[in-house]
């Protein structure tokens, strides 16, 4: 069963940088595809960053690139987001997935890949 539990949450002021992390057991990060997704209040679940991880490939979307970075780290089975000049509307809760696990109430996509897998998220705030 996989389950994943994503850490490192916390309240900055803009311009500060955080670094969450994702714990997973049941599954192996040396292959098939994670992510990071966001859900800010009000609004709907949206991608931030995937992973092929036996290639290391990875898409980023637009509001974040050349800002977050994602890694992951074979030995301690951990997914990581290196989140560096945060601005306010970084805000929301931050969830790691994993790629299958789809149910109708559960699945979203990022650039074709569909994720199933979710942890519990963590609280991003970031103040202006």
């Known amino acids: 069963q996989v389950q994943l539990v994503e850490s490192g949450g916390d309240s900055v002021q803009a311009g500060g940088s955080l670094r969450l992390s994702c714990e997973v057991s049941?599954?192996?990060?040396?292959?098939?595809?994670m992510a990071w997704f966001r859900q800010a209040p009000g609004k709907a679940r949206e991608g931030v960053v995937s992973i092929y991880l036996a290639g290391g490939y990875t898409a980023y979307a637009d509001s974040v690139q050349g800002r977050f970075t994602i890694s992951q780290d074979n030995a301690k089975n951990t997914m990581y987001l290196q989140m560096n000049n945060l601005k306010p509307e970084d805000t929301g809760t931050y969830y790691c997935?994993?790629?299958?696990?789809?149910?109708?109430?559960?699945?979203?996509?990022?650039?074709?890949?569909?994720?199933?897998?979710w942890g519990q998220g963590t609280q991003v705030t970031v103040s202006s």
């Open positions: 049941g599954f192996t990060i040396t292959s098939d595809y």
């Open positions: 997935a994993v790629r299958g696990g789809c149910t109708d109430e559960n699945c979203e996509t990022f650039y074709g890949v569909r994720f199933g897998y």
